[in-house]
């Protein structure tokens, strides 16, 4: 049996998700919770194969707290989902140490068919974003933005995008907010820009590309 946990803040995901692992056969759901708080509290007391985490789950950003799960538990395996867009956010997830990335828009096969996979140790990514990274070395201007940003520059981006001020990042990300002024012009400079107005049109199209 493939011992499966889920992590997400929305009541009717989590239910849909547990729902179509438990109509399939060879999953046990060990539990599901809305935080990450409840998630590492959970995880001091159960051991799953899978944990399924949501790009945006509350009180720790989502790469933050797969980062955590890396190092205070190894041998769990990371399924990270999301609505977010693929074009910025699997790869994120991957470098991160994310068994594999899948979008709220999947099948129900797919759900399955990525938790199989990513419980006997393999990568899991969609035909579309293999098709979309294997021909990213085209001519379309926010892949080309995006090689250029580190996971933590995309995170620092991700989270100014969606209207957190400094302080908030800071404490999302566990920075000090002198640290996230640094990561801001940076940002500015890779993306080529010279105020947040149009960082943050980046950032859309980065997002909605």
Same mark, same amino acid.
């Given at each position: 049996?493939?011992? $499966?946990?889920?992590?997400?803040?929305?009541?009717?995901?989590?239910?849909?998700?547990?729902?179509? @692992?438990?109509?399939?056969?060879?999953?046990?759901?060990?539990?599901?919770?809305? *935080?990450? %708080?409840?998630?590492?509290?959970?995880?001091? /007391?159960?051991?799953?194969?899978?944990?399924?985490?949501?790009?945006?789950?509350?009180?720790?950003?989502?790469? =933050?707290?797969?980062?955590?799960?890396?190092?205070?538990?190894? %041998?769990?395996? $990371?399924?990270?989902? /999301?609505?977010? /867009?693929?074009?910025?956010?699997?790869?994120?997830?991957?470098?991160?140490?994310?068994?594999?990335?899948?979008? !709220?828009?999947?099948?129900?096969?797919?759900?399955? #068919?990525? $938790?199989?996979?990513? /419980?006997?140790?393999?990568?899991?990514?969609?035909?579309?974003?293999?098709?979309?990274?294997?021909?990213?070395?085209?001519?379309?201007?926010?892949?080309?933005?995006?090689?250029?940003?580190?996971?933590?520059?995309?995170? $620092?981006?991700?989270?100014? #995008?969606?209207?957190?001020?400094? !302080?908030?990042? =800071?404490?999302?990300?566990? @920075?000090?907010?002198? *640290?996230?002024? *640094?990561?801001?012009?940076?940002?500015? !400079?890779?993306?080529?820009?010279?105020?947040?107005?149009?960082?943050?049109?980046? #950032?859309?199209?980065?997002?909605?590309?």
């Amino acid at each position: 049996m493939i011992k $499966v946990l889920i992590a997400d803040n929305h009541p009717i995901i989590r239910m849909g998700v547990r729902q179509v @692992l438990e109509s399939a056969n060879g999953f046990e759901m060990v539990e599901d919770v809305s *935080t990450t %708080d409840e998630l590492f509290k959970k995880l001091e /007391s159960v051991t799953p194969d899978v944990v399924m985490l949501e790009m945006d789950i509350p009180e720790i950003n989502g790469i =933050a707290a797969l980062r955590k799960i890396k190092k205070e538990y190894p %041998d769990v395996k $990371v399924l990270m989902y /999301s609505g977010q /867009s693929e074009d910025v956010y699997a790869l994120s997830a991957i470098r991160a140490g994310a068994f594999g990335y899948l979008s !709220k828009s999947s099948s129900t096969d797919y759900i399955i #068919a990525a $938790v199989k996979k990513v /419980s006997e140790g393999s990568m899991f990514i969609t035909n579309e974003l293999a098709q979309r990274l294997a021909f990213d070395e085209g001519t379309k201007k926010p892949r080309r933005f995006f090689r250029k940003l580190s996971t933590r520059e995309v995170e $620092v981006l991700k989270l100014l #995008a969606s209207g957190k001020r400094n !302080k908030e990042v =800071a404490q999302g990300l566990n @920075l000090n907010e002198k *640290t996230v002024s *640094t990561y801001k012009a940076r940002l500015m !400079k890779k993306l080529n820009v010279d105020n947040m107005v149009d960082l943050l049109q980046q #950032a859309k199209a980065l997002e909605l590309y």
